[in-house]
């Protein structure tokens, strides 16, 4: 009679442990500001020379879902898979059904240009694959997706869309 209690318990715990092990991308948070798409790849040869290169062009874009709800995206976190991370540390309020675009080199944020950028020229967004983190200021997880540039650009163009 106990090896059943036993047996069902480790069933259970084997159950979890399979779902716990979900890809990055098929995991769904209950955040409002999800990770709308990336440019992982900028357009032409990179170069992160920040006069003259190409760093602005790799961004992501992070989009207010809620249909009522104004968030701040004061302390949030956008990392990669190597730790690489930005935190926004103004004041930026996305509406409902609004967006920014994190790009990388030097700019001046604005809520009017939907832009904020990391101040930063070297390229974090690998060309080949990568995984991308949305984080609250909290610590809790907002929104995380992986993508590869053979598995999830379907047009070859440097950029995936995420939630539709």
């Known amino acids: 009679m106990r090896k059943r209690p036993a047996l069902a318990v480790a069933l259970a715990a084997a159950t979890l442990a399979v779902l716990g092990a979900s890809p990055a991308q098929a995991a769904e948070y209950s955040s409002a500001l999800k ?95 990568d995984t991308v983190y949305l984080v609250k200021p909290t610590g809790a997880a907002a929104d995380s997706h992986s993508y590869t540039k053979s598995g999830s650009d379907k047009d070859g163009n440097g950029y995936v869309t995420f939630h539709g």
């Open 35 to 129: 990770i709308s798409g990336i440019q992982y790849d900028a357009p032409g040869r990179d170069s992160n020379a920040c006069a003259t290169g190409n760093a602005a062009a790799e961004y992501v874009t992070i989009k207010n879902y809620s249909s009522s709800a104004t968030v701040n995206l004061k302390g949030y976190v956008v990392k990669d898979a190597a730790g690489n991370r930005y935190t926004f540390t103004m004041n930026h309020y996305l509406q409902p059904g609004d967006f920014v675009r994190l790009r990388g080199n030097r700019g001046t944020e604005s809520d009017a240009n939907n832009v904020a950028y990391r101040n930063n020229c070297n390229f974090i967004w690998n060309n080949d694959r």
